[in-house]
């Protein structure tokens, strides 16, 4: 369970990077939690979509 989490969350970072986001409320993707980089994962794209 513990190795799909760590799966999930560089997955995340990395679709994340591939659309040019690459810190979340002033920190970097990478120091990110697993729950933070969730939030991150759906506000992001919400966020760009808005300012478009």
Known sequence: MYLRLIVERERMIQELQAMHFYE????PL?????NQLKRAYVRLPELKELEA
């Open 30 to 34: 990478e120091k990110l939690g697993y």
């Open 24 to 27: 979340f409320e002033g920190r």
